[in-house]
């Protein structure tokens, strides 16, 4: 059973907007920011787009199909097992969002103390927005937790964008609530692979990096 301790300051939901074919998110003062993801985009839009010529713009298309319904599904697991509720397995006999679960499930008991999970966040200061995993302590550290599957085992200068990510989200919830989780870790589970990875970082080493991203998409910051 995980412990729930939620924040004393309510974090409201946010609305999408989809711009220019990118998911923006509207603040409730109006104020419509872009998705983190959309920003960080910008990191891997290239090597994408060479891997879709290389491999054809159909099988490219099916690959990105099948990874996007595995991270949603392995996410809703991952979500009500930490909610301690019961888990809803897809039913479909090929996925492996059972195993990948499986590999990731050991790890989660070095998870405990939830204080958000599943929120909106976003930045006046960064202006940008999104949807945090987890805020919970790992190994009795506080820290930003991130949920990622996988085709194959990744290595960690791999990830840096999901690192810059777990950056952006210690960020909004400082600046949101007060409260500072400086730790960022990445769990990982490899579909193709026996099993699951760990990475652990901290914040100040990639807030530069975060900040220069955003520039580089063309976001004014404060």
Same mark, same amino acid.
């Not at 996925?95 to 929120?119: H, T, Y």
């Given at each position: 059973?995980?412990?729930?301790?939620?924040?004393?300051?309510?974090?409201?939901?946010?609305?999408?907007?989809?711009?220019?074919?990118?998911?923006?998110?509207?603040?409730?003062?109006?104020?419509?920011?872009?998705?983190?993801?959309?920003?960080?985009?910008?990191?891997?839009?290239?090597?994408?787009?060479?891997?879709?010529?290389?491999?054809?713009?159909?099988?490219?298309?099916?690959?990105?199909?099948?990874?996007?319904?595995?991270?949603?599904?392995?996410?809703?697991?991952?979500?009500?097992?930490?909610?301690?509720?019961?888990?809803?397995?897809? #039913? *479909?006999?090929? =996925?492996?969002?059972?195993?990948?679960? +499986? %590999?990731?499930?050991? /790890?989660?008991?070095?998870?405990?103390?939830?204080?958000?999970?599943?929120?909106?966040?976003?930045?006046?200061?960064?202006?940008?927005?999104?949807?945090?995993?987890?805020?919970?302590?790992?190994?009795?550290?506080?820290?930003?937790?991130?949920?990622?599957?996988?085709?194959?085992?990744?290595?960690?200068?791999?990830?840096?964008?999901?690192?810059?990510?777990?950056?952006?989200?210690?960020?909004?919830?400082?600046?949101?609530?007060?409260?500072?989780?400086?730790?960022?870790?990445?769990?990982?589970?490899? #579909? *193709?692979?026996? =099993?699951?990875?760990?990475?652990?970082? +901290? %914040?100040?080493?990639? /807030?530069?990096?975060?900040?220069?991203?955003?520039?580089?998409?063309?976001?004014?910051?404060?």
């Amino acid at each position: 059973m995980f412990i729930h301790t939620p924040l004393s300051i309510p974090l409201p939901d946010l609305s999408t907007v989809t711009i220019n074919g990118k998911r923006h998110y509207t603040t409730p003062e109006g104020n419509v920011y872009p998705s983190v993801t959309t920003v960080l985009s910008i990191l891997s839009d290239e090597a994408i787009e060479e891997w879709r010529k290389r491999i054809g713009e159909d099988e490219a298309a099916s690959i990105s199909t099948h990874a996007s319904g595995r991270g949603t599904d392995l996410h809703a697991c991952l979500e009500s097992y930490i909610k301690n509720e019961e888990i809803q397995f897809p #039913e *479909d006999k090929k =996925s492996r969002v059972r195993l990948m679960f +499986n %590999r990731l499930k050991p /790890i989660l008991k070095d998870v405990n103390n939830v204080i958000a999970q599943e929120v909106a966040l976003y930045s006046d200061t960064l202006k940008i927005a999104g949807r945090m995993d987890l805020a919970a302590t790992y190994k009795n550290i506080p820290s930003i937790i991130d949920f990622k599957g996988s085709t194959k085992a990744k290595k960690r200068e791999w990830i840096t964008g999901y690192f810059i990510q777990g950056t952006a989200y210690s960020l909004m919830l400082e600046e949101r609530t007060g409260v500072c989780h400086e730790q960022i870790v990445i769990l990982m589970s490899g #579909e *193709d692979d026996f =099993s699951a990875q760990v990475f652990v970082g +901290n %914040r100040k080493d990639y /807030i530069h990096q975060l900040h220069e991203v955003i520039e580089r998409f063309g976001v004014e910051q404060k």
